[in-house]
């Protein structure tokens, strides 16, 4: 007799997963390490603030494009060996940022660590799944997402310090390191993995057709507009600190860390709500983060707002995360693969235009505190289209339920039962 499945509480995760989660650590800490160095930068380059701003929003232009293409690009490519390439090229990116002797070189290097970046995320995620089995699934994916609050709690906060005792540049060096590290890693223990080959090999063509559901598009803007609302203020979120609230320059790192520690906490609690509330927990995430990013604004000069609220826009912020991975995957389930990209893609849209109209109303002389009026209004955005989209959920919902109703033949009464009971019709009831 077969010896009986180990229940998912006892089962381990295979060590390539937490190789994959390290990996996603350097990642996440290249991506939002600017923030706590802009300042040693934009003087070193010679640059102003709004412009070495702008980094980060190469990094998230790299991100968009890199997202959905690179996931169509290596659909059919060795996921082992696609994965090592991009690793390997995002440490080069690294470097080469590290050794920039001018703005546009460092500009451009972003941009490529970002694809790579992209391309890491939508294969990284493909080979944990097919890691594990199906009841581990989950958990396989906390671990590489965890590796993302990881680096806003710790690499983000090391990066600012390493920056400000040891130079820019050492961050960057950093992180190159941490790159080595996660190829060896990928390239010691994840096995080969064969792409799929039958009925569930991925079609591009039959994916794209998710981009014709309006409910598509209204969740990529409600992504992209929480994105924005966010790094609109977490990017100028050092010289806010220091030049509006008066703080000194060594609170930066511990202001970030608890920024980091209000979105992992987010994540818990959005985690835990959004499967059964998931419009609530978007309408409510999203709200206050308006209120946030409103009080933020009206209180900056303040150091003890400015702290507190920073910790605040964390957890509201990344409340809302779980929800929004999960809505775009209920409208676009027959595309799995172009869903995470796309949500991936929509997030950075937001990290591109936050803060690009943050640098623009600072460059209008409007202060450090304009930034946070421009995330409140971008928050305000997501929260309109959050309730468009929900009017629409309800109407479709409402719709099928009639149509089952006067014609049963055509939906079966589970059909009915999956409509009125989906973890989206929670938040009706």
Same mark, same amino acid.
């Given at each position: ?72 690009? *290596? ?203 998931? /419009? ?13 990013? *409103? ?33 775009? /995957? ?6 799995? *693969? ?5 949500? *991936? ?85």
């Amino acid at each position: 007799m077969p010896a009986p499945a180990a229940s998912p509480a006892r089962a381990r995760l295979p060590l390539a997963v937490y190789v994959l989660g390290l990996s996603v650590f350097a990642l996440g800490t290249s991506e939002f390490m600017l923030s706590g160095i802009l300042q040693p930068l934009a003087r070193d380059l010679g640059v102003s603030i709004p412009q070495a701003g702008l980094l980060v929003s190469a990094f998230a232009i790299g991100m968009v494009v890199g997202a959905p293409v690179l996931a169509a690009a *290596t659909l059919r490519l060795p996921r082992r060996t696609t994965l090592i390439a991009l690793l390997a090229i995002f440490g080069l990116g690294q470097a080469a940022g590290a050794l920039a002797p001018s703005y546009s070189v460092l500009f451009a290097s972003r941009v490529i660590s970002a694809l790579a970046c992209a391309g890491f995320w939508a294969v990284g995620a493909a080979v944990a799944v097919s890691l594990v089995p199906v009841n581990a699934r989950a958990r396989a994916m906390a671990v590489m997402v965890g590796g993302l609050s990881i680096a806003n709690i710790a690499g983000v906060p090391a990066g600012a310090l390493l920056g400000q005792h040891a130079g820019w540049r050492s961050a960057f060096w950093a992180v190159a390191g941490l790159s080595v590290v996660g190829l060896v890693g990928v390239v010691a223990l994840v096995p080969r993995t064969k792409v799929p080959t039958g009925d569930d090999r991925p079609q591009l063509r039959r994916e794209l057709t998710i981009y014709k559901d309006k409910q598509v598009w209204l969740a990529l803007i409600a992504t992209a507009m929480n994105g924005a609302a966010v790094f609109a203020l977490f990017s100028y979120l050092s010289p806010l600190l220091t030049d509006t609230a008066g703080l000194a320059e060594s609170w930066v790192p511990t202001v970030l860390a608890l920024f980091g520690v209000g979105a992992l906490i987010g994540t818990f609690i959005g985690g835990r709500i959004a499967d059964a509330h998931l /419009f609530g927990t978007l309408f409510g995430g999203i709200a206050a983060s308006t209120a946030v990013l *409103t009080l933020l604004a009206l209180t900056a000069h303040s150091p003890v707002a400015a702290v507190a609220l920073s910790l605040m826009l964390g957890v509201t912020a990344f409340t809302t995360a779980p929800a929004l991975n999960a809505r775009m /995957f209920n409208v676009a389930n027959a595309a799995p *693969t172009l869903a995470g990209a796309t949500t *991936t893609a929509a997030f950075n849209i937001g990290n591109t235009l936050g803060p690009w109209l943050g640098g623009l109303a600072i460059s209008a002389g409007w202060g450090y505190p304009s930034v946070a009026w421009t995330g409140a209004a971008l928050a305000a955005v997501a929260v309109l289209t959050t309730a468009l989209a929900f009017r629409l959920h309800r109407a479709s919902a409402h719709s099928r339920v009639v149509a089952s109703s006067a014609a049963p033949a055509a939906d079966s009464p589970a059909d009915t039962a999956s409509a009125l009971h989906s973890p989206e019709s929670a938040d009706r009831h």
